[in-house]
């Protein structure tokens, strides 16, 4: 089993940035990749970023592509979500999730284990 904890949350402005963090623990961090996921009142759990076990190889979503980074701390056992330049349809619960498969990984279905989410709001 591995346990994720999001936090970094809040409410901000349009145009503002914001740092998510994800703590892992239960396993070997190294062994998972991660993903990041969004999930809008009333809208489909969104793919937003994943990220490949040594933290080399990224990819992102096309609604996030250039705004927002991934990136891991294989020490720390964290992956971190940084989003600038936030819109107000950046809004929703945002969820980290942890796969074992090896390949890029974009689908909620591939992903094994999730955290509670952290809710990100952006206001006009």
């Known amino acids: 089993q591995v346990q994720l904890v999001e936090s970094g949350g809040g409410l901000v402005q349009a145009g503002d940035s914001l740092r998510l963090s994800c703590a892992a623990s239960?396993?070997?961090?190294?062994?998972?990749?991660m993903g990041w996921f969004r999930q809008a009142p009333a809208k489909e759990r969104e793919f937003v970023a994943t990220i490949s076990r040594s933290g080399v190889f990224t990819n992102y979503g096309d609604s996030v592509q250039g705004r927002f980074t991934i990136s891991r701390d294989n020490v720390q056992n964290t992956v971190y979500l940084q989003m600038s330049s936030l819109k107000p349809e950046d809004t929703g619960i945002y969820y980290c999730?942890?796969?074992?498969?090896?390949?890029?990984?974009?689908?909620?279905?591939?992903?094994?284990?999730w955290g509670q989410g952290t809710q990100v709001t952006v206001s006009t």
């Open positions: 999730a942890a796969t074992g498969r090896t390949g890029i990984s974009t689908r909620a279905v591939e992903y094994d284990y």
């Open positions: 239960g396993r070997t961090f190294s062994d998972y990749r």
